[in-house]
Structure formats: C-alpha cells, structure tokens
C-alpha cells in the first residue's frame, strides 16, 4: 500500500482518544445498524423479546466483523483498514420475504450460504465486477429506498393495521417530528451533527413520546443484565436453494457497493488502497457474514459515514476502530441495554428510517447521476428495471401463481430490478465486455 501525505492509519493514540474516537464511531452506527433488526422483528411481527435478541446478536456480529476488517485473519481475510461495518440494507428486502415465506432457521441458512458462495467468489472478483458498472448499481440502490419506505412509512403510524391506535393523529405527528429534526439537523448542522441526525432524532423523539404515552419500559425490567450469545439460539440453519440463491444476489451487489467505501477512504487518508487489500476486505466481509449466520445474524456493509468521522476528526487509527468494536461487544452482552432500543416508539423508528431511506435513495440517484443518458441504452436500462422492480414489489400478487421459488424472486422488487439491469446491460453493451477478436 502506497503512502502519501495523509492520515497515519497505524497512528499510536492514547486510551482516552480511543475511547473517545470509539465512542464516536458507534453512536454513527448505531441508527444504521439497529434499523435492520427492528425493521426486520416488525415487519415478521416478532415480540420484544425476539427483537431483544435479534439486536444483541446483531450488534455481537458487527463487533466480530469490525475486528476481522481491521485486524485480519491471516495474510487474506480482512484489509487491515480502518472501516466500521454494521448491518446492510441491501439484503433486509429478501430476508423479509424468506422469513415471510418460512421461517428464522431459513434466513440464518441464507445468509451463511450466501457467505460461502461470497467467499468463494473473492477469487475471481476482478472478472465479475465488470458486470454491474454504475447503470446497474445506481439502479439497484435507488429502488432499496423506494421499496422499503412503505414498511417506514407503516412504522411511522405505528406499526401497522392490526396494532392498536395505527394512524392515530399523535402517531403521525410524532414520526414526523422525528422525520423533520432529521432534516434540520442534515441541513443546518455541523458535520458531526449531521452524522448523528438520526441518532439524536430517536432520542427526542422517545422523549417526545414519554407525554404521549408511547413509551413501555417493561420489556427493560425483565431483561438479564448480563448474557453470553450463542450460536445458534433461534434454531440450527435450514438451506434451500431458492432462498441461498436470492440472498446470494443481493449480498453481492452490497458486497460491489463496499468498493465506494474503499474510495472514500483513499480520499480521506491520502492512502492508495491496493486491489489484493480490497479484495480481502471483501473476503473478510463474506468471511464474517458466514460466522453472522451461525451467530442469528445478518450481513454486514461498510460504512461510509463513519469514514466520514475520520474525515471529520483527523483520526483514522486502526485502534480507534478496534475500540468502537469492543464497546460494541460489551453492549451486546446486556440484554437490558438491548431491551431499551426494543422499547423505542415504532413512529419513531419509523419517522428516523424514512429520512435514511431517503438518503439511501439519494444515493442511488447519486451513482445514477454518472450515468450517459444521452446513451438511450443507459436510459432504458434504467428506466425499465426501476419500472419493473417498483412493479413487482407493490403489484406481488400479480405473480402468486408462478412456482413458489420465482414466485418469491420475481415477487421481490429488489432482484427484478437487479435482474433486469444486469440481462439489459448485457444485451446493450455486450460487446464492452466481449470485444471481437
């Protein structure tokens, strides 16, 4: 790795700027990567208590994923920078419709068999990359936040028709209190306000929700203030084939999305990143996804925002990275402390992942935006894969008498999208990737 002028990344620091630094890096993961799991648990209806779990396994896999990236496992696993990883958003669209469509043992069996194949594929990534330039990508990541604002949307009024008080006036109100503090803070904040919007709007929000009656602590007494995660604890993995395959896709575009974060962690450190550290850093990724499975976990993605941070603060220590890690451990192991992020109000949670939906479909856009449209290829590329993997989400049913796997893929507007880009893609610009001879 070459070095210039920049951000020492082996930088001795001392332990109160580690845990300072660390401290920072969490809290701007934190809305990130709880979202997933809350999401996830409302979305399948699961109790407080499954939720409770869900956060705490998840939180525990970040914080294994976080050591394998920065730390290493060998000479090529892990890129030994200093990158945040938490959950994806990505793959929560598949992991809701499998759980839908089976059950938990099926998910965890998805994502640990989508590692496999993920891991594998690290081998030969340079010649797969070449197949989702940014006409697919961009694509793929605007339609995540188009198609998973409704379930926001549902959070927002409370959590859904069957839920007492769904769409009531202080349900509304609350969530879109919690969706306007985000704007403000994104618009008139300083950079590191901006970076803990979403987390300073879910805890004024709860607050704004204790008057209104909202809030219900009695999942938090009865949690254990202390308990060990175990593989496993939702049930040994089920593998169909089906639901690997759905996963696998999904994880791989996150994966190609990861190459941005390499990028922009370049740019900030004035590091030059090589291709064997990418490509192990991927292989970290996949490498802890697989362990994520096992763990009642889901995959992970690195996280732009906190390279932000370093950006920010002139830190970018690998050891400021590790210690986010370790504070990250030590919250999974208190079932109470994960019991209170259970408690939070849904139109809360709702109101704060509809402004991250909507930065995520600004990003999408953003990828978009290096597109050649005047390339009318590109434009029915996109247009038609975004038209058909809008369709298909909100028009499922249209599809429920194909057999039941297409059925679950072809119902699911995230592969549509995916599938329809790549095919277009290649039908228009096939010759970009086989030249005549």
């Known amino acids: 790795m070459e070095k210039t002028k920049g951000i020492d990344i082996n930088a001795k620091v001392s332990l109160s700027k580690n845990i300072i ?65 938490g959950s994806a958003f990505a793959p929560l669209a598949p992991m809701i419709a499998i759980g839908s469509e ?28 070449k197949f989702f330039p940014p006409v697919v990508v961009g694509s793929f990541v605007t339609v995540i936040g188009i198609t998973l604002a409704p379930t926001a949307f549902t959070d927002l009024a409370g959590g859904g028709a069957h839920i007492e008080g769904f769409g009531s006036i202080k349900n509304l109100i609350l969530g879109m209190i919690v969706l306007l503090i985000i704007i403000l803070l994104s618009y008139f904040g300083s950079e590191l306000i901006k970076n803990l919007s979403i987390l300073i709007s879910i805890v004024a929000g709860t607050i704004i929700s204790i008057p209104l009656g909202l809030l219900d602590l009695s999942s938090v007494g009865e949690a254990k203030l202390f308990e060990l995660i175990v593989p496993f604890k939702l049930g040994f993995p089920e593998f169909r084939i089906g639901a690997i395959f759905i996963m696998t896709l999904f994880c791989f575009i996150n994966m190609i999305q990861c190459f941005g974060a390499y990028a922009f962690h370049d740019e900030v ?47 970018g220590a690998r050891s400021t990275v590790i210690t986010s890690g370790i504070i990250l451990l030590g919250i999974s192991l208190s079932p109470k402390l994960c019991a209170l992020i259970t408690c939070i109000p849904k139109p809360v949670i709702g109101g704060a992942t509809l402004g991250l939906f909507g930065t995520i479909t600004a990003a999408g856009i953003s990828i978009l935006s290096s597109v050649d449209f005047n390339d009318n290829a590109n434009s029915i590329i996109v247009g038609t894969s975004i038209a058909l993997g809008v369709g298909a989400n909100f028009a499922s049913e249209a599809l429920e008498k194909l057999p039941s796997v297409l059925s679950m893929l072809f119902s699911n507007g995230l592969f549509v999208v995916a599938f329809s880009s790549v095919i277009l893609n290649l039908i228009f610009n096939f010759r970009k990737y086989y030249p005549k001879k």
């Open 21 to 85: 630094m660390g401290l920072q890096h969490v809290l701007t993961m934190f809305p990130g990567t709880i979202a997933v799991p809350l999401i996830l648990g409302n979305a399948l209806q699961l109790d407080s208590t499954m939720i409770t779990i869900l956060i705490a396994s998840n939180l525990f896999t970040s914080a294994l994923a976080i050591f394998i990236q920065v730390i290493g496992v060998g000479k090529h696993i892990g890129s030994k920078l200093p990158i945040v990883l």
């Open 102 to 129: 089976y059950n938990f043992p099926t998910i965890f069996g998805a994502v640990i068999g989508s590692g496999v194949l993920l891991f594998l594929s690290t081998f030969f990534l340079e010649r797969l990359i």
């Open 269 to 315: 450190t004035k590091y030059k990143t090589t291709d064997k550290q990418k490509i192990d850093g991927i292989r970290g990724q996949a490498f802890s996804q697989i362990i994520s499975g096992g763990f009642n976990s889901f995959p992970s993605s690195m996280f732009n925002e906190n390279i932000g941070i370093i950006k920010l603060s002139g830190i």
